[in-house]
């Protein structure tokens, strides 16, 4: 497995304690770690868990190496498999403990911090899940310990944010709601210039078929025949524009290599397609209104004196 690979995919490094504290996810071959494991130096090997995405690319005492440090300082580190978790193992969510409460580790490998890391940079060690928790007993003290907090954060070289839940929570809701508008805003702007452009294709297909709709309505076509065979073709323009974009959707956010491959694509669930078919339907419904008026105007005399 090359180094890349392995750094991009060994996220869950673990300190005793946590480790202890809040790994309670099962294994589906081999042990778990134990006190020892979170006490090697740098030329020891490492035991590492993997998810169960791995189960039948690694076996139980497999070895492999990862590049760690940076520059002059990089060393590569000995990992050893010891573990295979079940799958559907979770873990706390380290980005937004929000939206997302857990992380799935099926396509991830679960390692104690290596030594250079665990002993020479003991900050990262303790911001790694980049949101701690403290639980006050009075509310009245979170101003005296966010200030103690943003001062010794001053002493060691680092800026943390000091918030309550509660506070995170209000901040949470207000973005949603942000988005939410914004999102509706753009969603608008782009079905208004999609029924124009429809209606504008639609009125301009329909004149330059005159001569054809006159000649069909002769041999015994109603206005009524000639408007369904425009609302078909709407149909069949816009389920087929909904089809392709929601495939294009889904091929780039499959292929994104901005967020990792953990991050389901939540978004494209059933609710998203039901979504679709509404919007679809109003576009169709209302992109056919103009075209379907153009149509009853049209003059049989008109049409085919032009042929």
């Known amino acids: 497995l090359c180094d890349r690979t392995v750094e991009k ?37 490492i035991p590492i868990l993997i998810g169960y995405g ?8 497999d070895r492999f190496q990862a590049l760690a440090g940076l520059g002059e300082n990089a060393f590569f ?20 403990y929000l939206i997302d409460y857990a992380n799935e580790l099926d396509r991830f490998f679960v390692a104690p911090y290596f030594p250079e890391e665990r002993d020479g940079r003991a900050m990262d060690v303790a911001v ?19 200030k103690i907090i943003k001062q010794k954060g001053q002493e060691l070289g680092i800026y943390p944010t000091v918030k309550t839940i509660s506070n995170e929570m209000k901040d949470y809701q207000n ?41 069909m309505m002769v041999t015994g ?12 073709e709407l149909s069949l323009i816009v389920v087929t524009s909904a089809i392709i974009g929601v495939m294009l959707s889904y091929w780039t956010e499959w292929n994104n290599t901005f967020f990792e ?11 998203l397609y039901v979504k679709i078919m509404v919007v679809s339907c109003f576009i169709i419904l209302i992109s056919s209104l103009i075209p379907l008026w153009s149509v009853n105007k049209l003059a049989l005399r008109n049409l085919v004196e032009g042929g």
């Open 9 to 45: 995919w060994l996220n869950f490094r673990l300190s005793n304690t946590i480790y202890r504290l809040f790994s309670k996810f099962q294994l589906l071959k081999g042990r778990k770690l134990n006190k020892k494991d979170f006490e090697k130096t740098n030329k020891d090997v």
């Open 261 to 271: 491959h953990n991050i389901r694509l939540q978004a494209f669930t059933w609710s």
């Open 175 to 215: 973005n949603t709601k942000q988005s939410v508008r914004f999102t509706l805003t753009v969603g608008l702007f782009f079905v208004a210039v999609t029924l124009i452009g429809v209606i504008s294709v639609t009125i301009s297909s329909i004149q330059a078929r005159k001569y054809d709709i006159g000649v």
């Open 128 to 146: 790694r899940l980049n949101n701690l928790f403290l639980q006050l007993s009075d509310k009245k003290d979170f101003p005296y310990v966010k």
């Open 54 to 61: 791995y189960h039948n690319v690694f076996h139980i005492g």
């Open 77 to 96: 580190v000995t990992y050893e498999v010891v573990g295979i978790l079940e799958k559907g193992a979770k873990w706390l969510s380290a980005n937004d």
């Open 221 to 232: 076509a109603s206005k009524h025949d000639i408007g369904r065979m425009v609302v078909m």
